[in-house]
């Protein structure tokens, strides 16, 4: 009796795991006509709306505490210039701090003797409009920065532009499904499938420019030109 019981709930046990293991595996699709395979791009443009850009002071001076000194003193004059050009505070996040002995070798390369301390400290630093970017980064090299690099123009928030790419790459997908069609005497029908292939959206970086204080006669210009958004999709459609 034990046993015939003990079968029973074994067999009871397993009842359950036949709609689990059913699930994970879809119905096949069952074709009328002759499956097509395309893949299609959308692209959009859009005015790039951020600007972003490092900018950064370096001293140099006999002893490490001097250069650290030095360096507090320009970065402050610096930053002070970022505030007055209404900067929030959001879009100033340091980037990095450094400090390192400058060395001199003899003619020989041997014996290399310290003979000062580099002092760098460097923000990170983004402006919403864009069109006082150049008038910035003037005030930034009148108050001392001496390194900047930048800008990095982007799309602030580029959602909306991928989904017309979206809505574009699609209907680009059927428009060569229609030709297809045609050419075989056949007429589209469904979409089997559907799957984004990727997103190209890479901001481009303008060259990097080093400047010293007094080194900018004019007003410094930036164009924010055209930014490209592109969405590839991979579809399936049914050839009736």
Known sequence: MRNLILAAALAASTLP???????????????????LDVVATGEVSRVPDVARISAGVVTIAPTATAALAQNATQMASVRAALKRAGIADRDIQTSSINLYPDYRQDPQGNNP???????????????????????????????????????MLTIDKPEAALDEARTQA???????????????????????????????????????????????????????????????????????
């Open 113 to 151: 003797q310290i003979i000062g301390y580099r002092a760098s400290n460097e923000v990170s630093v983004r402006f919403r409009d864009i069109a006082a970017t150049g008038r910035i980064l003037d005030a930034l090299v009148a108050q001392g920065a001496n390194q900047i690099n930048g800008p």
């Open 17 to 35: 795991l036949a709609p689990a293991l059913a699930q994970t595996h879809p119905a096949p699709i069952l074709l009328d006509g002759t499956r």
């Open 170 to 240: 699609l209907a680009n997908a059927r428009a060569r499904a229609e030709l297809y069609a045609r050419a075989l005497g056949k007429r589209v029908g469904r979409i089997l499938s559907i799957s984004e292939a990727g997103a190209n959206y890479a901001p481009p970086m303008i060259m990097m420019r080093q400047a010293n204080r007094g080194a900018v006669a004019d007003s410094t210009s930036v164009d924010p030109g055209e930014q490209s958004v592109a969405i590839s999709l991979s579809v399936s459609f049914e050839l009736e």
